[in-house]
Structures are given as structure tokens and as C-alpha cells.
């Protein structure tokens, strides 16, 4: 059992960066690939990246390559996903999951976080 607690999000305006965290207490965290989605009001969850296991491969959904970046540090069983340039298309709620290998679909990640929301507006 893996248990996912999201924290960062917020209102920020447009333009402006926002770092999402991800927390894992135990030791399994640095067992597990582990992912960002976000879905907002009326649209299905949508993938944004993923990390593996040692943080030595990412994989990144078109529309944030470049502007999202994923990273993890497993002496604080944390992941990140830091956001830049953001825009008002991206306000939905946030979540991070865990799975045994590195993913690009929701269905591989056992584990999930609540979420947090993150608002984009001027």
C-alpha cells in the first residue's frame, strides 16, 4: 500500500509558475514509477508526465512538454512537478500516482493521491 498526499496547489495567475509536491511516507516510495494527471470540471483525467523509478527517465504528454518538468527525490520520498507559463487551460485538479513501471496512461498507476487544485486566473 502506497499512500499519496499532493500539496502546492493554489491560485496563481497567468504567466506565473507553481510547483506541485507529492509526498510518499514509507519505505516503497523509491520502488515505484511515478506520474502527474489533472482533470478539469467535465473533461476526462489527462496525463502530464512520469518519472521512473531513479528519476533517470521521464516521459511527457505534448501539450506541457517544455513547460512542465517532473523530478523526484527519493531520500524525501517526494515527487515534484514544477509548472511554468501557466495558462487558464490548465486549471483542474491535480493528482500524483504510483506505478510498478513508468506509464503514460491512467490505468497502469495503482496508487493515487487525493489531489489539489490549481486555479489559473487573472
Known amino acids: 500500500q502506497v499512500q499519496l498526499v499532493e500539496s502546492g496547489g493554489g491560485l496563481v495567475q497567468p504567466g506565473d509558475s507553481l510547483r506541485l509536491s507529492c509526498a510518499a511516507p514509507?519505505?516503497?516510495?523509491?520502488?515505484?514509477?511515478m506520474g502527474w494527471f489533472r482533470q478539469a470540471p467535465g473533461k476526462e483525467r489527462e496525463f502530464l508526465a512520469a518519472i521512473n523509478w531513479n528519476g533517470g527517465s521521464t516521459e511527457y504528454a505534448d501539450n506541457v512538454k517544455g513547460r512542465f518538468f517532473i523530478s523526484r527525490d527519493n531520500a524525501k520520498n517526494t515527487v515534484y512537478l514544477q509548472m511554468n507559463r501557466l495558462k487558464p487551460e490548465d486549471t483542474a485538479v491535480y493528482y500524483c500516482a504510483a506505478a510498478q513501471n513508468i506509464a503514460d496512461y491512467s490505468a497502469r498507476y495503482e496508487y493515487w493521491g487525493p489531489g489539489t487544485q490549481v486555479t489559473v486566473s487573472s
Open positions: 514509507g519505505r516503497t516510495f523509491s520502488s515505484y514509477a
